[in-house]
């Protein structure tokens, strides 16, 4: 059974860093894929659910009337334009990435219904959208930025996922040479 990550006073912050890394990562022969897979689904899950709704209700929630500055149903947090910046790109970035790890996991798998979940999916992210406009006041943000972290994390999965193909790609083309050259060398000497 693996140790439990123990503070030791004596120690510095990096080796207890590091063994807790070691503690925690996943051990091909010890773990299962599928608990593996289930962990990260279930992290993903409540990720969304905890961006989901912070979006929908902002911290500080919304006022209740119209007023100096303010409009009712308009986020309090709102006043403070950098922090609520900070807040709703961070906040759109997690819950744009925990919904991709949720679909690529799923997309992975052999259930039925993808089609249904990638429509719900879709849904949800419409959704949040339309929640965040109606509760952000239209001169304190720029939604061009909110679009470009909702879709960051898409496009890098993308641009990695190609670039990693064509690596492989072109490994696999240079083995696959290599055993051509090797069988045709072994075939001449016979």
Excluded at 59 to 83: C, F, L, M
Excluded at 146 to 162: D, K, Q, S
Aim: charged share 20%.
């Amino acid at each position: 059974m693996p140790s439990l990550c123990f503070i030791n006073m004596g120690s510095s912050h990096e080796s207890i860093a590091k063994n807790c890394i070691k503690t925690f990562r996943y051990k091909q022969g010890w773990d299962s894929p599928s608990d593996a897979r289930n962990a990260l689904l279930v992290v993903a899950a409540l990720t969304t659910a905890v961006t989901f709704q912070a979006g929908v209700n902002p911290p500080g929630g919304v006022w209740q009337d119209n007023g100096e500055g303010h409009k009712a149903g308009t986020a309090i947090y709102a006043s403070e334009q950098i922090p609520f910046y900070v807040f709703l790109i961070s906040n759109t970035l997690a819950l744009s990435t925990s919904i991709l790890i949720l679909f690529c996991l799923y997309l992975k798998s052999r259930f039925s219904f993808k089609f249904e979940i990638f429509v719900a999916m879709a849904s949800m992210i419409v959704t949040y959208g339309f929640a965040v406009f109606a509760v952000t006041p239209t001169e304190s943000v720029k939604f061009r930025y909110l679009l470009c972290a909702a879709v960051v994390p898409f496009t890098i999965r993308f641009v990695i996922v190609e670039i990693f193909k064509k690596v492989f790609r072109t490994d696999k083309r240079e083995e696959k040479a290599q055993w051509r050259s090797r069988l045709q060398v072994h075939g001449s000497r016979r």
